[in-house]
């Protein structure tokens, strides 16, 4: 292979890698902003669900407690929705830890790989 081949081939990728350096910026922007948004959304609905979930909850728990007030099963239902509080704390706690993390920016990925791979290719 002569030396003007081997320029004109690398010539021709690095035009093809510059073309896409554009591209990469448009798509990283577009991304980005879905990520912003999706992000934002989860969020929003996070926060209303923890504060109505533990409003209901402790409503729920201090019905629990008055309906026993005057009973001798009072120190069991105190000690038993205190450990309930637990379990769901400790439960939640491992499903947090159980989650995968959400994979962003999935697109630019798969774009740059296929961009190195036929690189690669060109290269050869």
Not at 82 to 98: E, F, H, K, N, Q
Request: charged residues 20%.
């Amino acid at each position: 292979m002569s030396i003007q081949s081997k320029l004109d081939r690398w010539r021709n990728v690095s035009h093809f890698a510059l073309l896409r350096v554009g591209e990469y910026g448009e798509l990283l922007s577009v991304e980005l902003a879905e990520t912003r948004a999706r992000l934002t959304r989860e969020l929003i609905a996070l926060v209303a669900l923890a504060v109505s979930g533990l409003f209901t909850l402790s409503f729920f728990c201090i019905a629990l407690i008055a309906s026993a007030w005057n009973s001798r099963y009072f120190l069991s239902v105190v000690w038993a929705i205190a450990i309930a509080w637990l379990a769901l704390s400790v439960t939640a706690w491992l499903s947090y830890r159980a989650q995968r993390p959400v994979q962003s920016f999935g697109i630019l990925k798969r774009e740059l790989r296929d961009d190195l791979e036929t690189l690669k290719e060109a290269l050869k």
